[in-house]
């Protein structure tokens, strides 16, 4: 009961998804399968939410180190729940003004909009910018020409980031625009950064990303079937659960 | 006092004093354009009603003086808070401290119900709410659904496997989680092995089958496009040949693969680059923010 049902329930879905691919006949299934997973997908949210609380709750009643911040996400949370279910200053839709919960819930002005404009989008975006100082860092640090393949890796990085800025025109903008042996279709300019870093990635880094493409594409099928048969179960956990 | 210290003061104290003066020469206030809204109610059995709101519209601060331009508190307030926000993040670059915790905890918060509010608004509302109850979605959220629809019944199978999927919070019976996660995985592993199949693998071995030597309509050898194909599906070939691990990697094996390898360097090296770019990029988003936005330099 615990584990079989699962794995007929996962064979049956999966099994049923890719047959929406060669029978006509099971595309409405794979249709209405579809729309069922996102829905569970939004409620793995939920779930992530209910965990979250769970676990900041637990920070605070325990009076853990740091409880005072769990005691900041919470009321963040709730806030942000909040005026986003209840579309706090949310104007109705214009179709439709006499129902007071028409308004598309990101309406501009709302409270659940300021939240996203003022707190989430800064915070996210500042999160992410920071990673450039320590990526920077990381790179200044690991990145040594200690064999062939460091220092291909370097020089390409090297070239594509200067080539893709305005750094590659002062560098090589000078180089002139001339064939380099008489009529040989080859100038000077093409070894400009600019050029240098679209030969590049037109060329190799197309080639490296297709064939590991084609790997992922290849590991993702194997990893699928093992788990449709049920050969992989690890998904299941434990049998010691509750 | 410490001598980092009081360096951080001495910056700390010139940074607010730089604040006030160019919050006193007006600069880090929104302004907006009150544009007034008039609805009638759309339904034939209600009163024959007009609704008027405002709508506000975001206006540069050299149309500050325009007539129906005003000052607008809420966005000022947010405009404070999201450099605020800015620079208490950055403050990591100088250290874990409090404020960078403060902020960490409100993101975190602010996250989790930004994805609960989105998730609901988009899937449960509308595609299980108004599908299960369609009369009472009709007068609360959805006025568009038609009064004929009826319930789709299908949609309680979604719905328990749903209140199944958050028995994981119980301490007991969480097990039951576990006939959610396999439709949800069963799905995954049946959408992802069709369509990886399909764009990844066939579509991009399709793309690589090209010839080695290319001609022009004349007859003539295009040399330029015959050594580019001839890189492109060397470089693919080799690649595969080095993941290519049930065999050992001798011989003419061991070249290739290595020559593989060499392509798969320039391939990160050039998304490395990428990386650190759009990091900057992000970066330099934030300064045009803090510097332009917020403080009108």
């Known amino acids: 009961?615990?584990?079989?049902?699962?794995?007929?329930?996962?064979?049956?879905?999966?099994?049923?998804?890719?047959?929406?691919?060669?029978?006509?006949?099971?595309?409405?299934?794979?249709?209405?399968?579809?729309?069922?997973?996102?829905?569970?997908?939004?409620?793995?949210?939920?779930?992530?939410?209910?965990?979250?609380?769970?676990?900041?709750?637990?920070?605070?009643?325990?009076?853990?180190?740091?409880?005072?911040?769990?005691?900041?996400?919470?009321?963040a949370f709730f806030v942000t729940l909040f005026v986003g279910l209840v579309k706090v200053g949310v104007h109705p839709n214009v179709k439709f003004p006499?129902?007071?919960?028409?308004?598309?819930?990101?309406?501009?002005?709302?409270?659940?909009?300021?939240?996203?404009?003022?707190?989430?989008?800064?915070?996210?975006?500042?999160?992410?910018?920071?990673?450039?100082?320590?990526?920077?860092?990381?790179?200044?640090?690991?990145?040594?020409?200690?064999?062939?393949?460091a220092t291909i890796l370097l020089i390409i990085a090297v070239?594509?980031?200067?080539?893709?800025?305005?750094?590659?025109?002062?560098?090589?903008?000078?180089?002139p625009d001339e064939f380099i042996l008489g009529d040989s279709g080859i100038k000077y300019s093409d070894f400009n950064l600019q050029n240098l870093s679209e030969v590049i990635m037109e060329n190799f880094t197309t080639a490296g990303m297709r064939a590991i493409k084609i790997g992922i594409a290849l590991g993702v099928a194997s990893t699928s079937l093992k788990v449709l048969l049920g050969v992989d179960r690890s998904y299941l956990g434990s049998d010691q659960e509750v | 006092m410490k001598q980092s210290t009081l360096i951080w003061t001495i910056l700390m104290v010139a940074g607010g004093g730089f604040l006030l003066f160019q919050a006193s020469k007006g600069n880090g206030r929104v302004y907006v354009r009150e544009i007034p809204v008039e609805a009638t109610a759309s339904q034939p059995d209600s009163e024959p009603q007009v609704y008027q709101w405002t709508k506000n519209q975001q206006v540069p601060q050299s149309e500050k003086d325009d007539?129906?331009?005003?000052?607008?508190?809420?966005?000022?307030?947010?405009?404070?808070?999201?450099?605020?926000?800015?620079?208490?993040?950055?403050?990591?670059?100088?250290?874990?401290?409090?404020?960078?915790?403060?902020?960490?905890?409100?993101?975190?918060?602010?996250?989790?119900?930004?994805?609960?509010?989105?998730?609901?608004?988009?899937?449960?509302?509308?595609?299980?709410?108004?599908?299960?109850?369609?009369?009472?979605?009709?007068?609360?959220?959805?006025?568009?659904?038609?009064?004929?629809?009826?319930?789709?019944?299908?949609?309680?199978?979604?719905?328990?496997?749903?209140?199944?999927?958050?028995?994981r919070l119980s301490p007991k019976g969480s097990w039951i989680a576990r006939w959610p996660l396999a439709f949800f995985i069963g799905a995954t592993a049946g959408i992802r092995l069709i369509s990886y199949l399909e764009t990844d693998f066939i579509g991009q071995l399709q793309s690589t089958v090209m010839p080695f030597l290319v001609f022009a309509s004349d007859g003539s050898l295009l040399w330029d496009k015959s050594l580019k194909n001839?890189?492109?599906?060397?470089?693919?070939?080799?690649?595969?040949?080095?993941?290519?691990?049930?065999?050992?990697?001798?011989?003419?094996?061991?070249?290739?693969?290595?020559?593989?390898?060499?392509?798969?360097?320039?391939?990160?090296?050039?998304?490395?680059?990428?990386?650190?770019?759009?990091?900057i990029a992000l970066l330099s988003g934030r300064l045009v923010f803090l510097f332009n936005d917020w403080l009108g330099i």
């Open chain 2, 67 to 167: 007539p129906g331009v005003s000052f607008s508190l809420s966005r000022t307030v947010g405009l404070w808070v999201a450099a605020f926000c800015t620079l208490a993040i950055f403050s990591f670059l100088y250290g874990d401290n409090p404020l960078y915790k403060f902020t960490e905890a409100i993101f975190v918060g602010v996250s989790a119900g930004y994805a609960m509010v989105v998730a609901f608004w988009t899937e449960i509302a509308t595609n299980l709410f108004a599908k299960l109850l369609p009369g009472l979605a009709r007068i609360t959220f959805y006025p568009d659904i038609d009064s004929t629809t009826r319930p789709e019944l299908l949609y309680l199978i979604p719905l328990v496997l749903s209140i199944l999927l958050l028995w």
């Open chain 1, 1 to 75: 009961m615990k584990r079989t049902v699962p794995l007929f329930i996962s064979a049956i879905t999966g099994f049923v998804l890719i047959g929406t691919a060669f029978i006509p006949k099971f595309v409405d299934w794979g249709n209405d399968a579809m729309a069922w997973f996102n829905l569970l997908a939004a409620f793995a949210f939920i779930l992530g939410g209910g965990n979250l609380l769970k676990m900041q709750l637990q920070k605070i009643s325990a009076q853990q180190p740091g409880w005072g911040y769990a005691a900041v996400t919470l009321i």
């Open chain 2, 230 to 279: 001839t890189v492109f599906i060397v470089g693919v070939l080799s690649c595969m040949v080095y993941f290519f691990f049930s065999i050992e990697h001798e011989g003419i094996i061991k070249y290739v693969s290595r020559l593989g390898i060499w392509v798969l360097m320039v391939t990160f090296g050039a998304s490395f680059a990428y990386t650190v770019m759009g990091r």
């Open chain 1, 98 to 149: 006499e129902f007071a919960w028409s308004g598309d819930y990101l309406q501009e002005d709302g409270a659940f909009w300021w939240l996203f404009e003022y707190i989430f989008t800064p915070l996210s975006a500042t999160m992410f910018a920071l990673l450039a100082f320590y990526i920077s860092s990381a790179a200044f640090r690991a990145f040594r020409a200690k064999n062939t393949e």
């Open chain 1, 159 to 175: 070239i594509i980031l200067l080539g893709r800025t305005y750094a590659s025109v002062w560098l090589t903008g000078w180089l």
